[in-house]
């Protein structure tokens, strides 16, 4: 069966620090992999999907990057952090070609930046 | 251009009570339309997803929704509330352009002993 994992689960960082969030899913190939963040008492924003190894597609312009060096690894990173980082992220992944179905969601990472 | 509302913020009821959560939903393709739920701290777990089969889905747990197309509702519901139900639920959309998921506002359910 297919599980994804994410780390850490929570991370505390300061401000003007750098960041590197890993996900990876087992258990399948070529998945659309996706980050998503969700503030405090908010909905979730999409931030970065791949439809493939180095292919990484911006949702909105941010302090946040993404990459995806092997076919089912994801990481989310910033070169410095700004407070306004702060949240919960989540990644997920959705088999390829199928456009109608769920995500399936990680266990997601609780961001402070202080 | 698909979108999902939320009706409520934070619904609360009594243990062993029946839970309602609405969802009313705008799509002009025969939409996909899951519930997820969300523990605190947790990531979102898929509790039930329609797409274009049976209208009334049952999810686990013992939640269930019905899509209504005439009142482009898929409201969820649950017989008899657990505490351990206490969560936030989603309503989402899929845009049937892009494979995008548009997510409701959420709701916060709080049970009662």
């Known amino acids: 069966s297919q599980t994804i994992h994410q780390w850490p689960a929570t991370l505390v960082q300061p401000v003007g620090s750098p960041l590197s969030l890993e996900c990876t899913v087992e258990?399948?190939?070529?998945?659309?992999l996706y980050w998503y963040r969700q503030a405090a008492g908010r909905g979730l924003q999409l931030l970065f999907y791949?439809?493939?190894?180095?292919?990484i597609s911006s949702e909105v312009p941010q302090n946040l990057s993404a990459s995806r060096p092997q076919d089912r690894q994801f990481i989310l990173s910033s070169k410095k952090l700004l407070l306004s980082d702060s949240g919960f992220y989540l990644c997920a992944w959705r088999g390829t070609g199928q456009k109608n179905s769920p995500l399936h969601f990680g266990n997601g990472t609780r961001l402070t930046v202080t | 251009a698909q979108s999902v509302t939320q009706l409520d913020s934070h619904v609360s009821v009594s243990e062993g009570t029946p839970v309602l959560l609405r969802c009313n939903y705008s799509?002009?393709?025969?939409?996909?339309l899951f519930w997820y739920v969300q523990h605190p701290n947790k990531g979102l777990q898929l509790l039930l997803k329609y797409t274009s089969a049976a209208t009334l889905v049952k999810g686990i747990n013992g939640f269930e929704a019905e899509f209504k197309k005439s009142e482009t509702s898929f409201h969820l519901t649950k017989p008899s509330a657990h505490m351990s139900d206490a969560a936030e639920y989603f309503c989402v959309v899929i845009s049937g352009n892009t494979g995008k998921l548009i997510f409701g506002q959420g709701t916060t359910l709080q049970v009662k002993p």
């Open positions: 799509s002009s393709y025969s939409p996909s």
């Open positions: 791949s439809v493939g190894i180095g292919q």
């Open positions: 258990g399948t190939s070529n998945p659309n």
